[in-house]
Nanobody, 123 residues
């Protein structure tokens, strides 16, 4: 029911900023909880941020609190992740995900996934 496509990744110097975008297609996009996960080389996928369907409630991993901001524009079927003060350890493939039930940090709870966009932060 939902297709997700990420964009906005790239190469950035430490301390720089990027905004990732997730374009969603589907008739019930507005009712989905949306989230961002990331996966670094040799590591498992980890939770980054999530946002409720109405865009009011948000949740962040401790590693990105104060630096990253998740937002959504339901009229445009878009979800965003603004990343500031980037660090080399933020280097990963970033994935957009959708959940039909609730906000959760568990990747297996999410029903739909994008293909990912690469973020590389140089020292």
């Amino acid at each position: 029911q939902v297709q997700l496509v990420e964009s906005g990744g790239g190469l950035v110097q430490a301390g720089g900023s990027l905004r990732l975008s997730c374009a969603a297609s589907g008739r019930t996009f507005r009712t989905y909880v949306m989230a961002w996960f990331r996966q670094a080389p040799g590591k498992e996928r980890e939770f980054v941020a999530a946002i409720s369907w109405e865009g009011i409630s948000t949740y962040y991993a401790d590693s990105v609190k104060g630096r990253f901001t998740i937002s959504r524009d339901n009229a445009k079927n878009m979800v965003y992740l603004r990343m500031n003060s980037l660090r080399p350890e933020d280097t990963a493939v970033y994935y957009c995900a959708a959940d039909t039930s609730k906000i959760t940090t568990m990747d297996y709870e999410y029903d739909y996934w994008g293909q990912g966009t690469q973020v590389t932060v140089s020292s």
